[in-house]
């Protein structure tokens, strides 16, 4: 499976994932889930939200096929991903980055094109935690 998309900002591309590999979406207030539609594989994304801006992703994947989702990036974000276990493989304005198990890799993004990459019956697990530039003018104190 292959797609392409545009984003503006992190729920954005949330969306655009949902629309292309999830099937099913549940919220609870500043948690989401997507369970992966079972026609690619297995897996989900759970997503929680904090009020200082941040966001904390669990990605877990088993896909049936190859999976290739293409995005313009079109915002300014700084994440880190941890990966648990598995291989995840993505490119960030024509910079490849392979990281395997306890491996981990800090990326600023603003106005780049990504790709991220699953191969077949390949179980991969991550952790993102993503934070939008600008997010100081969410912080409560």
Not at 21 to 48: L, V
Request: aromatic share 14%.
């Amino acid at each position: 499976m292959k797609a392409s998309f545009s984003i503006d900002n992190q729920q954005d591309f949330y969306q655009k994932i949902q629309k292309y590999i999830g099937s099913k979406k549940q919220n609870y207030g500043r948690e989401d889930s997507i369970k992966i539609s079972s026609k690619i594989g297995q897996g989900r994304i759970d997503r929680y939200l904090f009020s200082s801006g941040l966001e904390l992703q669990i990605q877990e994947y088993l896909t049936k096929e190859p999976v290739s989702l293409t995005a313009e990036i079109n915002y300014a974000n700084l994440g880190m991903s941890w990966v648990v276990s598995g291989h995840y493989q993505y490119y960030l304005a024509d910079q490849e980055f392979d990281l395997k198990a306890q491996q981990n890799i800090l990326s600023y993004c603003n106005k780049v094109q990504g790709c991220f990459e699953l191969q077949p019956n390949r179980r991969v697990v991550f952790l993102v935690v993503y934070m939008t530039i600008g997010w100081s003018d969410r912080i409560y104190y």
